[in-house]
């Protein structure tokens, strides 16, 4: 990574979270009432959190994209903000803040993208999961630092690194059923057909170190590997039976949740 690049945008981050403070929206007890001031706070607020996270964690982030969208939510506050009710002092100052926002964001969006990902997460789920595209005839549909998605004739896998929520880490589903069935499929789902065991064990791997982040994504692709041959090629009657088979496995889990409940009563 280059750390000169993300220096220089944690010099003019610090620069504009300074100047956000000064104005009249983001003072104490100021309470935002127009289109422009809740468009605006809003927009800051998210940023604030996303620049400090960058700063923390430089390589999760995708930052072109995340630029661009927030380069668009930016250019419609500039627009509330060219309609709103101020006094010509008060326009030309959030212009001068809005022109420094939007040069920040042109800085953010040249911040360089980690090529294997957040601790390895894009390079590890490519090779973790290549036997999708060798075998199956999936295609690599989206890749970011932290995402990477697949799809074959029925399926969509997606895979997500997920440390706070490690049951999003796979995602497997099928566009073409029903929307009132429709249901994903995920790692423990494949876990309970491998050992019956309803809650698979997340905890063993340790997701804040790329060894960790490997061994689930190469322990999930052989679970899938060995138990999802026939719902790989698109067999629909093969997703519905493991949907069965994952609503057998959630009625489990509320269950053992109802008696560790009724025994600590």
Not at 65 to 79: F, I, M, P, S, T
């Amino acid at each position: 990574m280059n750390d000169a690049a993300f220096d220089e945008f944690g010099r003019e981050y610090s620069e504009w979270s300074r100047q956000t403070q000064l104005l009249p929206v983001r003072r104490a007890g100021h309470v935002a009432a127009s289109a422009f001031e809740l468009g605006l706070d809003h927009l800051v607020d998210h940023f604030l959190v996303l620049g400090r996270r960058t700063l923390e964690e430089p390589t999760r982030f995708d930052y072109p994209n995340l630029a661009r969208e927030n380069l668009g939510d930016l250019e419609a506050v500039r627009r509330q903000c060219e309609q709103a009710s101020l006094t010509e002092e008060e326009r030309q100052a959030y212009s001068v803040y809005l022109d420094r926002f939007a040069a920040l964001l042109d800085r953010f969006a040249g911040l360089p993208v980690a090529a294997d990902g957040h601790l390895g997460f894009t390079r590890a789920a490519l090779s973790a999961f290549r036997f999708l595209v060798d075998e199956f005839g999936f295609a690599v549909t989206e890749r970011s630092p932290i995402a990477v998605a697949m799809a074959g004739d029925a399926l969509m896998v997606e895979l997500s690194y997920s440390p706070d929520s490690p049951m999003g880490t796979v995602w497997i589903t099928n566009p073409r059923e029903d929307e009132k069935d429709a249901r994903a499929l995920v790692l423990d789902d494949f876990a309970y057909v491998d050992t019956g065991e309803i809650v698979f064990d997340y905890d063993r791997f340790d997701l804040r170190q790329p060894s960790g982040v490997a061994r689930l994504l190469e322990t999930a692709a052989v679970l899938i590997r060995r138990h999802g041959q026939e719902l790989l090629t698109g067999d629909p009657e093969a997703f519905r039976r493991f949907q069965r088979e994952a609503e057998a496995r959630e009625q489990a889990c509320v269950e053992l949740m109802e008696r560790e409940q009724s025994d600590r009563s």
